[in-house]
């Protein structure tokens, strides 16, 4: 069993910046495919950024360039920096990590972005 434990969330003005941290039980890093997802109220969760056991990022159209996802293996924590923050970007964001024949979720952080 993993647990997964976001921390940094938070209440911004539009343009700031927030960094997330997703600090996991046990080192799984280097096996796992990590990612960050978000919930706005009454929409579906969405990807947002995931990065692979082998480093390769990805992100959804609408925070590239704008968010940052990497990690600490040494620390087992993945980071997302976010910065340029837009009111639309608020919602929960929850930590994922996956392979093949496991998924875990953390319990999720809350970031509202609002003037």
């Known amino acids: 069993q993993v647990q997964l434990v976001e921390s940094g969330g938070g209440s911004v003005q539009p343009g700031g910046s927030l960094r997330l941290s997703c600090a996991a039980s046990r080192t799984i890093l280097n096996i796992f495919n990590m990612g960050w997802y978000r919930q706005a109220p009454g929409k579906q969760r969405e990807l947002v950024a995931t990065?692979?056991?082998?480093?390769?990022?990805n992100y959804a159209e609408s925070v590239k360039g704008r968010f940052t996802i990497s990690r600490d293996n040494a620390k087992n924590t993945v980071y997302l920096q976010m910065n340029s923050l837009k009111p639309e970007d608020t919602a929960v964001y929850y930590c994922?990590?996956?392979?093949?024949?496991?998924?875990?979720w953390g319990q999720g952080t809350q970031v509202t972005i609002s003037s």
């Open positions: 994922n990590a996956k392979n093949p024949v496991r998924d875990y």
């Open positions: 990065i692979t056991s082998g480093g390769s990022t």
